[in-house]
Every structure is written in structure tokens, then in C-alpha cells.
T-cell receptor
Framework: ETGVTQTPRHLVMGMTNKKSLKCEQH?????MYWYKQSAKKPLELMFV???????ENNSVPSRFSPECPNSSHLFLHLHTLQPEDSALYLC?????????????FGPGTRLLVL | KQEVTQIPAALSVPEGENLVLNCSFT??????LQWFRQDPGKGLTSLLL?????REQTSGRLNASLDKSSGRSTLYIAASQPGDSATYLC?????????????FGAGTQVVVTP
């Protein structure tokens, strides 16, 4: 266990559905991240939050909407997704964004869009 | 633009053999390089973090080297065991980055047969 939990672990949704992914970290960290891992492709950074402020939006489509209500919780709201959005979505946290820090990853949410 | 490549994409070895995994990156201006392990359907576990000023890091049976000028890192796993079967990912952090962004390779899938 890395101290980062994600729910749900698996999600199947239609293209017209709205769903949310949840991430919680129990490490007292101040920075949180969303990554997307598609089959046979490298992990792609989607969003970075530092002290609850979004500091990076890596050209992600607006059908993905992040929310960070406090330093321990991070959400990814999904609406009108496409089949190509099917992937493993990973949350990570670190003490802060300084270069020395290791990022700790959650187990991921496996998303299938039909 | 930084590109991270891992060769081979897959590797199968008998138990007891040493493992050698390669990672190359195109831009040598990095803060650090990190090796992760990912088990099927799960998140990432950090194995070793090498700062740009370091040449290697060791943890138990694992040793990672870094040659920043040539854009290469190698992860050695001594006396492999079936429990070492996983996908191994390397990631670099650019020297110009201030957001905590990691650039990942696509990974090497390792199978250690009993």
C-alpha cells in the first residue's frame, strides 16, 4: 500500500453518462496528479494540483474536469466520453512539486467507455 | 521535446539470471530519473530515484546507473525471482520543469520463469 487510494477500481460507462473518479491520499502531501495510461503507450500527465490550486492542465479535452476540494482529495469528473478514453487512470501525490520528490501512485481506475 | 525509450519491450528469463533493462532519453537536461515497477492492473511502485548529479543508486538486488551525457540509464536486477515479474517503467523529470511532470517510457514487461 502506497497511502494513495482510488475508487472505483473498475468503471464501465456509456458515452452519454456522467461519472466521477475519486482519489484520496493519506500521506500529508501537498501535490496531487492525474495520469492516463492507455494500452501500449507511456503514461501521460493530465493535471497537477498544488495546495488545491491547479497548476498544470496538459491540453486535456474539456470532457475531463478535475476538482481538488482539499489537499487530501482529488476528483476527475467525466462526461460525454469517447471510446478512445478507455484507459487506466492513475492518481499520484508528492510532498510538493520540488524536483527532489518521489511521486506515490494509487492502484488506478480501469475505465471502459462503450 | 523529451522522448523516453525503453528497450526491450518484453523480456523473459529463467529464475536466477540477472536482468538488464535499458532506458534512453533524448534531452540530457534532466533533474532526475526514476525507475518504477507496475504489476498487472495496478499502480506504480517507485524503486529507485537517481538525481542528475548521481551516477547510480542501489537498493537490495536492484542497481540503477545513470549516464546523463549519453542519455541512458540501466536497471540491473540480480538473481531474478518469479516475484520480479512485472512491467518496469523509467521516467525523467526535465530540468526546465516546475510542475512535477514526469516523462515516462512505455515500459519493459518482464517474466521470470521458475
Amino acid at each position: 500500500e502506497t497511502g494513495v487510494t482510488q475508487t472505483p477500481r473498475h468503471l464501465v460507462m456509456g458515452m452519454t453518462n456522467k461519472k466521477s473518479l475519486k482519489c484520496e491520499q493519506h500521506l500529508g502531501h501537498n501535490a496531487m496528479y492525474w495520469y492516463k495510461q492507455s494500452a501500449k503507450k507511456p503514461l501521460e500527465l493530465m493535471f497537477v494540483y498544488s495546495l488545491e490550486e491547479r497548476v498544470e492542465n496538459n491540453s486535456v479535452p474539456s470532457r475531463f474536469s478535475p476538482e481538488c476540494p482539499n489537499s487530501s482529495h482529488l476528483f476527475l469528473h467525466l462526461h460525454t466520453l469517447q471510446p478512445e478514453d478507455s484507459a487506466l487512470y492513475l492518481c499520484a501525490s508528492s510532498q510538493d512539486r520540488t524536483v527532489q520528490e518521489t511521486q506515490y501512485f494509487g492502484p488506478g481506475t480501469r475505465l471502459l467507455v462503450l | 521535446k523529451q522522448e523516453v525509450t525503453q528497450i526491450p519491450a518484453a523480456l523473459s528469463v529463467p529464475e536466477g539470471e540477472n536482468l538488464v533493462l535499458n532506458c534512453s532519453f533524448t534531452d540530457s537536461a534532466i533533474y532526475n530519473l526514476q525507475w518504477f515497477r507496475q504489476d498487472p492492473g495496478k499502480g506504480l511502485t517507485s524503486l529507485l530515484l537517481i538525481q542528475s548529479s548521481q551516477r547510480e543508486q542501489t537498493s537490495g538486488r536492484l542497481n540503477a546507473s545513470l549516464d546523463k551525457s549519453s542519455g541512458r540509464s540501466t536497471l540491473y536486477i540480480a538473481a531474478s525471482q518469479p516475484g520480479d515479474s512485472a512491467t518496469y517503467l523509467c521516467a525523467v523529470r526535465a530540468a526546465t520543469d516546475s510542475w512535477g511532470k514526469l516523462q515516462f517510457g512505455a515500459g519493459t514487461q518482464v517474466v521470470v520463469t521458475p
